[in-house]
């Protein structure tokens, strides 16, 4: 930058003159966008500090890795997490194996307002053991924003998948562990999922978009609405 460039700089008009002055706001964007990435990293980098070397380290909760689980005493259940998470984000994955409406029925609404705002979400459940109840997967089908797969497994072959991604910017949010798509999982069974947070271009995000992707361009993955009229 010159030297001439000061604070004034960033304004568009001299409030005391009503002179217009060099327009600067491509640099302001910058400076706040540059903060912005400074912001993340640094929350990420803290966030890491308390959840692998020191639990006591002061970092913002929300960018740390932790552990979702059902527990009745403390009020804590995998369905809360996966509505938090889905109520603020740009776009959902979800790659589940098992998908029912008791399931289903306490995500509707959110997956109906996300419907209103128009944001994405691909869903890629599978045939495995014919568990996936098809009143559930009509109506995740019904919903305009979300596009339904079906993995169609072949012989002893398994598909056992539980994970469910957001993204928010350049962030994504992921939960991968035991849980399917059923109410006991999301509610009340003993259950174990790990929540990591990482940017997009983060060696975690990448592995697990990755393999989602192979997954959903595989020749056995088919559009779900018409695995199910079958």
């Not at 960033?10 to 912001?39: H, Q, V, W």
Request: with cysteine; glycine share 6%; hydrophobic share 35%.
């Amino acid at each position: 930058w010159s030297s001439d460039v000061c604070s004034s700089d960033l304004l568009e008009e001299d409030n005391t003159s009503g002179l217009k002055l060099p327009l600067r706001r491509n640099i302001k964007r910058e400076l706040l966008y540059m903060a912005k990435i400074f912001n993340v990293d640094q929350n990420l980098i803290s966030a890491a500090n308390t959840v692998l070397l020191n639990g006591t380290y002061p970092s913002d909760p929300s960018y740390r890795t932790k552990l979702v689980k059902n527990d009745y005493h403390k009020g804590e259940k995998v369905l809360s997490v996966i509505e938090d998470c889905l109520s603020d984000c740009d776009e959902f994955i979800f790659s589940v194996a098992f998908i029912t409406e008791g399931g289903l029925e306490p995500l509707l609404p959110v997956l109906k307002e996300l419907e209103r705002k128009r944001v994405p979400g691909n869903v890629l459940t599978t045939d495995y053991l014919t568990f996936s109840d098809p009143k559930a997967l009509r109506k995740l089908s019904a919903l305009s924003n979300i596009k339904l797969k079906m993995y169609v497994t072949e012989g002893s072959e398994g598909f056992h998948t539980k994970g469910y991604i957001f993204r928010k910017g350049n962030i994504y949010r992921s939960l991968v562990g035991s849980s399917n798509l059923t109410l006991d999982a999301l509610t009340r069974n003993n259950e174990w999922n790990v929540k990591v947070v990482s940017k997009d271009s983060g060696e975690y995000s990448l592995d697990i978009l990755n393999e989602f992707n192979r997954l959903w361009e595989c020749a056995r993955s088919i559009d779900c609405p018409g695995f199910i009229d079958e």
